[in-house]
């Protein structure tokens, strides 16, 4: 039992879509304020107050790519190509707009941001339409 707790080796083998999809799931949840006039209204505020540029798109940019990543994360498909785009989101939003306060006021954006790097390095998985779509074996 020890030198299993002690080895690299996985102990669930297909821990990664448990990952993959409740990261998409949380970052979808956000994504969800675009639909919400007073919450969109606040942000475009917020990022206004603080001279961001082209507030109003920027706002629906950040909330659309949350939405939209969360959904191809939970689904697998295009993985890295939205990962990516959250990886970009998530810095934005820990960087720029939360002065890079990662270890007070911006702790929940930097770990949602290292969650997609790690996605981003190690990808779907096989239990994803990525693995389905683009992992055919030629005959």
Not at 31 to 40: D, E, I, P, Q, V
Not at 54 to 73: D, S
Not at 88 to 112: A, E, R, S, Y
């Amino acid at each position: 039992m020890l030198k299993t707790l002690l080895t690299s080796q996985a102990l669930f083998e297909n821990w990664l879509v448990l990952i993959r999809v409740i990261s998409g799931l949380l970052i979808f949840v956000h994504g969800l304020g675009t639909f919400s006039k007073g919450h969109m209204d606040g942000n475009v505020a917020w990022l206004t107050d603080i001279h961001f540029p082209a507030p109003i798109l920027m706002a629906y940019i950040g909330k659309g790519a949350e939405l939209i990543g969360g959904i191809l994360l939970m689904l697998g498909l295009f993985t890295r190509i939205s990962a990516l785009i959250l990886i970009i989101d998530m810095l934005v939003i820990t960087t720029v707009l939360g002065n890079g306060k990662i270890f007070t006021d911006d702790q929940h954006p930097f770990l949602l941001l290292l969650l997609f790097v790690y996605l981003f390095f190690i990808g779907s998985g096989k239990i994803s339409l990525d693995h389905l779509l683009f992992n055919k074996t030629k005959n």
